[in-house]
């Protein structure tokens, strides 16, 4: 299994910046590191991804540790909206390359 | 809105009964996936398909179940003889591209119910 260890939750205040950690130590030289996101009653959304070097999009920045076995997802300015489960997620080599999917971090947003 | 569509949205079965879920995925995408989510963990892989042909199916998926994707389009996953244990969230997502890094998009999911 590809494993990733995530916090089982957090909490942030509004406009203020989160960091979201995990850790994949068994990860392979190949693998690229996703985040998703699952609003209440939604399917998960795509929110960024990375192989080595620190990246940047509109919704978060994604920053991977120089071992790559730990990386950390960055909301810069939180929102309510933002509450949601953040699911790090890297593929299964031992059967196929499917997402696993852990329990992943709720985080919650505070007014 | 993904653009990933699927029905129906809630489905209340008896045990024992068959049901069948559809999933249309965004119409270029070639790859579609199903997942089944219980409450309080993430989602689980159960299949995949790349145009019509089924790829790999999770070892922990029964015999119970089946999925098809006729014409490389929609998908349908059918459970026969239900258990109280199906009852879950299945998501469908779909896909471009490699598979290594290409974003999914998920649709919003059928929840089942067993009695």
């Known amino acids: 299994d590809a494993k990733t260890t995530q916090p089982n939750s957090m909490e942030s205040n509004e406009e203020e910046p989160v960091h979201l950690p995990c850790n994949h130590s068994?990860?392979?030289?190949?693998?690229?590191i996703h985040w998703y996101r699952q609003l209440p009653s939604q399917g998960p959304e795509y929110v960024i991804h990375?192989?080595?070097s620190n990246v940047n999009n509109r919704m978060a920045s994604l920053a991977i540790a120089e071992d790559r076995k730990s990386s950390t997802l960055i909301l810069h300015r939180a929102t309510l909206r933002d509450a949601a489960v953040y699911y790090c997620?890297?593929?299964?080599?031992?059967?196929?390359?499917?997402?696993?999917f852990g329990p992943g971090t709720r985080l919650s947003v505070l007014p | 809105d993904t653009g990933v569509s699927q029905d129906p949205r809630h489905k209340i079965t008896k045990r024992g009964q068959n049901v069948t879920f559809r999933c249309d995925p965004i119409s270029e995408h070639n790859r579609l996936y199903w997942y089944r989510q219980t409450l309080g963990q993430g989602p689980e892989f159960l299949t995949y398909?790349?145009?019509?042909?089924?790829?790999?199916k999770s070892r922990l998926l029964s015999d119970r179940f089946s999925a098809e994707r006729p014409k490389g389009s929609f998908s349908t996953l059918e459970i026969q003889r239900t258990e109280q244990g199906d009852s879950a969230m299945y998501l469908c997502?779909?896909?471009?591209?490699?598979?290594?890094?290409?974003?999914?998009?998920f649709g919003p999911g059928t929840r089942l119910t067993v009695l």
């Open positions: 997620i890297l593929r299964d080599h031992n059967y196929g390359q499917n997402f696993v």
């Open positions: 068994t990860i392979s030289g190949t693998d690229y």
């Open positions: 997502a779909s896909s471009y591209g490699s598979p290594s890094y290409n974003e999914q998009f």
């Open positions: 990375g192989l080595t």
């Open positions: 398909f790349q145009n019509e042909a089924q790829l790999e």
